[in-house]
T-cell receptor, first 116, second 113 residues
Framework: GAVVSQHPSWVICKSGTSVKIECRSLDFQATTMFWYRQFPKQSLMLMATSNEGSKATYEQGVEKDKFLINHASLTLSTLTVTSAHPEDSSFYIC????????????FGDGTRLSIL | QQQVKQSPQSLIVQKGGISIINCAYENTAFDYFPWYQQFPGKGPALLIAIRPDVSEKKEGRFTISFNKSAKQFSLHIMDSQPGDSATYFCAASSAGGYQKVTFGIGTKLQVIP
């Protein structure tokens, strides 16, 4: 079945560094992918829509210069958290729709980001 | 504004019982209503989904009931098992599910033996 893979699954780094998270669709092409953030015991909140070959669309309140999104191919979107700070520590999850109308979106297993 | 309202936020059910989670939505443009199950440290996994042209959908022990006029839908888990203990999210999307998913707040279900 359709699978979305995220890498890395867990990353710990020092404050001020930049972290790149990859989201891959393994057996289907995705012109659109979505990035969510989930704080502990909370729901998933959409951060941005990643569009292959064009600029990402960010939700209100999400800093586009801090959360850089690149959708370079039909199977790969990356989220780079630039100059990460402890408040950026969260669970980041991507998703991709597997087909046309009525087809489900599949989610990656998430990346736990911890900034020290 | 919370576009998808979910209740309860936590639920304890005995093994073999029925778990019921309710959701309501505001945006009439939503036309795809999935339920996701999430275990700690994992991404959400699609459990079952419904479109507004049907009032009920059943897959195994999981049933979605949908009331379009009331803009409400619910998940029923029959014969609940300890392995069902997880967080459940109702959600809504438009364009048949191809667009971004708006999640409810989540329900932490605990099934006790």
């Amino acid at each position: 079945g359709a699978v979305v893979s995220q890498h890395p699954s867990w990353v710990i780094c020092k404050s001020g560094t930049s972290v790149k998270i990859e989201c891959r669709s393994l057996d289907f092409q995705a012109t659109t992918m979505f990035w969510y953030r989930q704080f502990p015991k909370q729901s998933l909140m959409l951060m941005a829509t990643s569009n292959e070959g064009s600029k990402a669309t960010y939700e209100q309140g999400v800093e586009k210069d801090k959360f850089l999104i690149n959708h370079a191919s039909l199977t790969l979107s990356t989220l780079t958290v630039t100059s990460a700070h402890p408040e950026d520590s969260s669970f980041y999850i991507c998703s991709a729709p597997t087909g046309g109308a009525g087809q489900p979106q599949h989610f990656g297993d998430g990346t736990r980001l911890s900034i020290l | 504004q919370q576009q998808v309202k979910q209740s309860p936020q936590s639920l304890i059910v005995q093994k073999g019982g029925i778990s019921i989670i309710n959701c309501a939505y505001e945006n009439t443009a939503f036309d795809y209503f999935p339920w996701y199950q999430q275990f700690p440290g994992k991404g959400p996994a699609l459990l079952i989904a419904i479109r507004p042209d049907v009032s009920e959908k059943k897959e195994g022990r999981f049933t979605i009931s949908f009331n379009k006029s009331a803009k409400q839908f619910s998940l029923h888990i029959m014969d609940s098992q300890p392995g069902d203990s997880a967080t459940y999210f109702c959600a809504a999307s438009s364009a048949g599910g191809y667009q971004k998913v708006t999640f409810g707040i989540g329900t932490k279900l605990q099934v006790i033996p």
